[in-house]
Structures are given as C-alpha cells and as structure tokens.
C-alpha cells in the first residue's frame, strides 16, 4: 500500500514515512495524527524516510580566485589581459559572472585538478578537449 506521505512494506514488516508527515503527525486531532494511531495498530516498525542526497553544486569561484590562479599560470599576462576583457565584455550580459566562470572553465579546464608545473615554475595549462580525437590528427 502507497500513500505519498507514507509507504506500508509488507515484505519488511516496516511502514516508512515522510518527515513532513510526522511532523504534521505530531500536532493532535490532524489527519495525519489520526493516520499514525492507524498505523501504529499495525504493529509494523515505522521508519522516516531518509532524505534525498542533494546534487552536488558548483563551488562560487570568486573573482579575486581566479585572478590568483592565472597569476600562477605560464603566460599570465596575456591570460591576465584576456580576464579583464572578458570582465569588462561581461557588463552588457544578464549574467555576468555566469559569463566569466563560463570563459575561466574553458580556458582553464584543469583548474580543480593538481597542477603540472613547467621548469619556471607556473602552472601549465592543458587547452580544453586536449585529449579529444580531433586534435589527435
């Protein structure tokens, strides 16, 4: 038996539930209070559903962030220069940041990985779709 706050296994003797609907149980004389003393009567274990594991979301890079990370990199000047364009270009969007993080995400696919290093010292940075069969040719 199915309810959408409330599921009856009969296969593991167990009744499991929404946290909303114990919380709603848990105030005397409402529906759901009425329906928990039914189910208690079943003599089943009652066991609160466990909450759904919440997608895992992208961390705010800060724009002072990937500053600090292209200063790092082989060629910082140039990617320094290339930032503040895009920066300045990321005015007339509805999104502005959203523009940047996208530009900084392409150009430096590897942010979130261990840095390779080159004999100076900065960190090398691998073009996106470096590994793609396009440019294997």
């Known amino acids: 038996m199915k309810n959408s706050q409330y599921k009856i296994d009969f296969i593991s003797n167990t009744i499991i539930?929404?946290?909303?609907?114990v919380e709603a149980a848990s105030r005397m004389n409402t529906e759901e209070y009425k329906t928990m003393l039914e189910l208690r009567k079943m003599g089943m274990?009652?066991?609160?559903?466990?909450?759904?594991?919440?997608?895992?979301?992208?961390a705010r890079l800060s724009y002072t962030k990937m500053?600090?990370?292209?200063a790092c990199v082989a060629n910082s000047e140039s990617y320094l220069a290339d930032f503040q364009v895009i920066q300045t270009a990321s005015k007339g969007q509805s999104n502005p940041y959203q523009y940047v993080r996208t530009w900084f995400d392409l150009t430096f696919p590897?942010?979130?990985?261990l840095p390779e290093l080159d004999?100076?010292?900065?960190?090398?940075?691998?073009?996106?779709?470096?590994?793609?069969?396009?440019?294997?040719?």
């Open 119 to 137: 004999e100076n010292r900065r960190i090398v940075v691998t073009p996106a779709h470096y590994d793609s069969e396009d440019n294997a040719a």
């Open 45 to 58: 274990r009652i066991q609160t559903k466990a909450a759904a594991p919440r997608k895992a979301t992208r």
């Open 110 to 113: 590897n942010y979130a990985a």
């Open 17 to 21: 539930v929404t946290k909303k609907f």
């Open 67 to 70: 500053l600090n990370y292209i």
